[in-house]
């Protein structure tokens, strides 16, 4: 019962049943920092992850 | 979460507007929201020429898109700087810049700096006492230097920068950390023309990153995800860092941090400590360009002897 979330080259795993945003703060990634995809849709913080599921996390900072 | 305009499923959320909207809606928004920012800065009207500084990056190629969908003449200006690092940097970002204007029929201008000067930014970062361990400082130099010449050789009333919310808001940080009340003075919305200088506009700065981003993600405009391999680690980046945690735990403290800025600004809290024209600058004699310099500016120096 669990969902990956993909990060450039890094992968996370967390608990199935759990909302995106709350599967963001238990890996550490600050969610203003990335947007979400899955299945090339964009989701929001509130959606809640079922078992499988493969999201994929967007870095949006950029800069120099 | 549902769309507050229509009720269908969100597609993107804004927790410092509490506002989510579905696609449709958002890529309305966003553009409509463009144009209110022109027009309240006063940056450009319909009638003006405007050059779009383009870097293949989210911000730059969908504030093109915007200007384009808003009926503005808007061409863009690609600078090749020759950033390779092992991936290609500048090359995939041109491209990118390239497919985009041959798709929508759009004006792109590209410089080649090396092909132009004989030089590119990691050669002349490791061989200018400027570069020295700061390569951002000299590609800083050569963009603003090149994107001013191209919009007077080319007569466009404005250049337009894709810099964001973000962007803004951590250059300000930076600004406040030094009190540098020179800095402070000249950010802003719109930098106005001077003698030898273009007008420079920001139309996205007001909005997040991460708001751009899901534009471009959303209007199917392929952009470069990598960041420039010499802009991992530096200060802007740590400061946006810093920024989005604060603005995690309070949404709208970056907004709010920037227009209470401008707000200031207005208000005259920043006095002038010296001339802010160019008029005490001399010409430079190579380029024509300002500069402080009695003889060559930075650029055509750093060009043309390498110091």
Redesign the interface.
């Known amino acids: 019962m669990s969902v990956k979330l993909i990060l450039r080259d890094k992968e996370y795993e967390v608990k199935a049943g759990m909302t995106l945003l709350s599967a963001l703060k238990k890996t550490g990634i600050?969610?203003?920092?990335?947007?979400a995809?899955r299945d090339g849709?964009?989701i929001?913080?509130?959606?809640i992850l079922q078992d499988g599921q493969v999201v994929k996390l967007?870095?949006?900072?950029?800069?120099? | 979460m549902k769309c507050r305009k229509c009720g269908g499923k969100a597609a993107f959320n804004m927790r410092q507007h509490k506002l989510a909207l579905c696609k449709e809606h958002y890529l309305e928004w966003i553009p409509a929201q463009t144009e209110r920012f022109i027009e309240k800065y006063r940056m450009f009207t319909h009638d003006e020429k405007i050059l779009v500084a383009v870097s293949g990056g989210k911000d730059s190629l969908s504030l093109w898109d915007i200007l384009w969908k808003l009926g503005y003449h808007a061409d863009g200006l690609y600078l090749a700087l020759g950033i390779d690092e092992g991936i290609g940097y500048s090359d995939e970002s041109r491209r990118l810049c390239e497919e985009f204007a041959s798709k929508r029929g759009l004006t792109l201008h590209v410089v080649d700096v090396l092909g132009d000067y004989g030089h590119t930014i990691p050669d002349l970062a490791r061989s200018t006492h400027r570069g020295k361990d700061k390569p951002c400082s000299v590609c800083g130099l050569v963009k603003r230097h090149e994107m001013n010449r191209i919009a007077r050789d080319f007569g466009y009333d404005v250049l337009a920068t894709g810099h964001n919310l973000d962007d803004e808001a951590a250059v300000l940080f930076g600004n406040t950390l030094r009190w540098d009340g020179e800095y402070l003075l000249r950010q802003g919305p719109v930098l106005p023309a001077a003698p030898g200088l273009a007008r420079k506009a920001k139309p996205l700065c007001r909005f997040c990153e991460r708001e751009m981003a899901a534009y471009a993600l959303l209007s199917g405009i392929e952009y470069i995800y990598d960041e420039c391999p010499f802009a991992v680690g530096s200060t802007s980046i740590y400061y946006k860092e810093l920024l989005n945690d604060l603005e995690h735990e309070r949404p709208g403290a970056k907004l709010s941090f920037y227009l209470s800025f401008l707000e200031a600004k207005k208000k005259g809290l920043f006095a002038e400590q010296r001339e802010e024209t160019t008029a005490g600058l001399n010409v430079c004699q190579q380029c024509g360009q300002p500069t402080s310099a009695l003889d060559l500016c930075s650029f055509c120096r750093m060009m043309g002897v390498g110091v």
């Not at chain 1, 929001?44 to 959606?47: H, L, N, R």
């Open positions: 600050v969610p203003e920092s990335v947007i995809t849709e964009l929001t913080e509130d959606e967007i870095a949006v900072i950029s800069g120099g």
